[in-house]
């Protein structure tokens, strides 16, 4: 069963930086899709930024030019560069896994905290 693990969260004021990591561990983890979902309180879960396979990228319009994903096959991961912080990046953020083959299966971590104060 493959795990999913977020770290890095914290508090940090408005214009910092923080980098979010997601590791992988468990049994043999082979995804097409990684991606970093944020919740915000009273908020419906929404896309930040995913990464397929070639390093394709999409990114949410409001992160765009500010935050960066890439793969960490260190980690059999992914890694959230978040620059130029605003107080609405504020939220719980989810590190997401859709594996390769016949059936797909979509995988969740537990989230980390990220709160930007202005």
């Known amino acids: 069963q493959v795990q999913l693990v977020e770290s890095g969260g914290g508090l940090v004021q408005a214009g910092g930086s923080l980098r979010l990591s997601c590791a992988a561990s468990g049994s043999t983890f082979s995804p097409a899709v990684m991606a970093w979902y944020r919740q915000a309180p009273g908020k419906q879960r929404e896309l930040v930024a995913r990464?397929?396979?070639?390093?394709?990228?999409n990114y949410a319009d409001s992160v765009k030019g500010r935050f960066t994903i890439v793969v960490d096959s260190a980690k059999n991961g992914v890694t959230l560069q978040m620059n130029s912080l605003r107080p609405e990046d504020t939220a719980v953020y989810y590190c997401?896994?859709?594996?390769?083959?016949?059936?797909?299966?979509?995988?969740w971590g537990r989230g980390t905290q990220v709160t930007v104060s202005s």
């Open positions: 990464v397929r396979s070639a390093d394709i990228t």
């Open positions: 997401n896994a859709i594996t390769s083959g016949v059936i797909p299966k979509n995988i």
